[in-house]
């Protein structure tokens, strides 16, 4: 039990399009999901924090109007990028939470974005 | 001071090698404690979590000070497979059980 899935893999796109990414629950109901991003040999930084139906809640320095977050059922997330810069290629992970078990979190696979 | 701070590694040590990590954390009030493992561009993977009293999964025995505010993580009788990027976790401030992760100290296991 507690697969998340994550949405594409990979992703290549040129400077200025936007890029969808989707963090799914697939056999539990996630209270809250979150956002990170991890860049090469750096640690995970958590950007964003989702509860179902409500609004993110931003870390201090993401910009919420670039990094737009939907949680709009208990089993997915979106996040999307908006106006990508090759300054936004890193890996994005999503986990999701059912607060159960001490604020443990099972995490998507990632999604590797690369911006020309 | 970071919040959580660990051994910078990396640790190349042969199959068989007992190694331990150690990791410190910022914040006294953390009540959450956990050890991720990491493989190459993969995502994190709960290894174990950290109990005040200790705790050993297998090969594997985790260790918490709250008076130190420090954590460890000792591998017994290390495999080629142990060879991973190990991350040291405390929850983070908020209320909504948002994580904090350490840098990682990876870890290789030669033949």
């Known amino acids: 039990g507690a697969v998340v899935s994550q949405h594409p893999s990979r992703v290549i796109c040129k400077s200025g399009t936007s890029v969808k990414i989707e963090c799914r629950s697939l056999d539990f109901q996630a209270t809250t999901m979150f956002w990170y991003r991890q860049f090469p040999k750096q640690s995970l930084m958590l950007m964003a924090t989702s509860n179902e139906g409500s609004k993110a809640t931003y870390e201090q320095g993401v910009e919420k109007d670039k990094f737009l977050i939907n949680h709009a059922s208990l089993t997915l997330s979106t996040l999307t990028v908006t106006s990508a810069h090759p300054e936004d290629s890193s890996f994005y992970i999503c986990?999701?939470?059912?607060?159960?078990?001490?604020?443990?979190?099972?995490f998507g696979p990632g999604t590797r974005l690369t911006v020309l | 001071r970071k919040e959580v701070e660990q051994d910078p590694g990396p640790f190349n040590v042969p199959e068989g090698a007992t190694v331990a990590f150690n990791c410190t954390y910022s914040n006294s009030a953390s009540q959450s404690f956990f050890w991720y493992r990491q493989d190459c561009r993969k995502e994190p993977k709960l290894l174990m979590s950290?109990?005040?009293s200790g705790n050993e999964d297998g090969r594997f025995t985790a260790q918490l000070n709250r008076a130190s505010q420090y954590i460890s993580l000792l591998i017994r009788d290390s495999k080629l497979s142990d060879s991973a990027t190990y991350l040291c976790v405390v929850n983070g401030r908020g209320s909504q059980g948002n994580l904090i992760f350490g840098k990682g100290t990876k870890l290789s296991v030669k033949p």
């Open positions: 986990s999701a939470s059912r607060r159960v078990l001490r604020n443990e979190q099972f």
């Open positions: 950290v109990y005040s």
